[in-house]
């Protein structure tokens, strides 16, 4: 299985070498050939350690386990769905001057970034961590700025900024845990998260409790948490739509996840108290300012963008109850989030391609004019709202009854008053775009079916895990709650 890790890590460069040539035919089909089939080893490879398994290769520098299996489901699910509806995305705008050009750098790019999301979750130690998330920034700026419009550069240009000062903060945080690992590990060792945990009884509590708030600080900028938030909903909105779908779904999850490796050692080191009420006090402020901004939208896209920090904020306060069952509730819900917000923006990008606006009070009668997409893009938004019939209402139940069964009953409160106004604001806005009339004599028909076939892939999952949890999931999500340090 070691192996099959490399594999992973080709596929996407391979599709961006092919991405080179004058053929954007060449490129769908290297995007999606590699894309596919990087989905198809994560579930091969997540299935493989369910159960406590872990796989590893190149010298332990690349290293697969069960909290790392959850998050990288979610970015090759993206992957295998952004590049379908990629083909179709951009075809639309194929008869615009210098298409081909654009089209060769946005693959390029795009499988760039796939690969620096996959690797994210292989790495064996906080400092490739690190690099490799700062990586994504790099690769997730250009696809920002590839329509190099004066707003994209602009939001590019605002998200490089603050992603940078926060992982220099994150940066800072790998260092001061270092630091307080030269005690028991020596003076000069690789910092390992197995490593850590070996002796995280040693570990100098206040050294390790400092080094997790400047970790929440700094890769929570990347995470969307507020008051750190301010570049995304710019971003989100100006990055092409399956850009924004993987900026959300999968981008912000892999940072959160940078958080969860210092929450895995700052746990068994200093205890769970401190570390869960800081992320109680993030993944709070972030839901209430979300559900607060939700409701006073004119642009769909920063609307989906407000969502995603609601749901960050939902994962944080799940992981924050520190019980099993909301621990497990949290990391299912990246998953559904994931699947939810990639059919919320690709119904974005297709909502765009037929309107030409990203205003709200431009789009009215998506049901009649996209038959396919406007129903999928409402039911999106019933499912970003907890619909009980998807997945993210299945994960939000369990991170709510993980919530009461300790004493935290304010926070639950908290949790169930705010995200119930974002359901409002979203539901509200969905609504008023996809259920009223059309315009008289406006046109009926879906741009492209790869754009359908791609959102239909999502719907399928969003449903699917409203209805079943797959055995192999449910034990993957168990053992990967486990390893964060949480009991019954």
Known sequence: MGALLIVLLCLPLAAAALSFGRSTRLAEAASLIAALAAFTLTITLALSVRHGASHATLGQWLRLDSLGAVFLLATGLLYAAGAAFSIGYLRAGAHRAGFTSYARRYYIFLNLFGWTMLLVPLMNDFGTLWVAVELTTIVSVLLVAVDRTDAALEAAWKYVLLASVGLGIGLLAVILLYAAGTGPLGDAYIPRFASYLAVAHRLPNVQVEFAFLLAV???????GFAPLHTWLPDAHSEAPSPVSALLSGALLANAFYAILRFYQVTAPAAGDRFPRSVLLVFGTASLVLA??????????KRLLAYSTIEHMGVIAIGIGFGVRLAVAGALFHVINHAAAKGLAFFGSGSLLRRYDSK?????????????????????AAL??????????????????????????????????????????????????????????????????????????????????????LPSGLAALLQHAAGSLGVSG
């Open 291 to 300: 559900a607060l901004f939700v409701l006073r939208q004119e642009n769909y």
């Open 217 to 223: 600080i700094g890769f929570g900028t990347k995470v």
């Open 359 to 379: 205003q709200i009070e431009q789009v009215r009668g998506a049901a009649a004019t996209l038959p396919w997409s406007g129903p999928m893009f409402l039911a």
């Open 383 to 468: 499912s970003l709202s907890g619909l009980p019939v998807a997945g993210v209402f299945r994960s939000e139940f369990q991170i709510v009854s993980g919530g009461f069964s300790r004493p935290a009953d304010v926070w639950v409160a908290l949790l169930i008053v705010f995200v119930n106004l974002a359901f409002l604001g979203v539901l509200w806005q969905a609504g008023r775009m996809v259920l009223t009339p059309a315009e008289p004599g406006a046109a009926r028909g879906e741009t492209s079916g790869w754009m359908v076939a791609a959102m239909g892939a999502c719907l399928v999952v969003v449903i699917g895990l409203g209805f079943h």
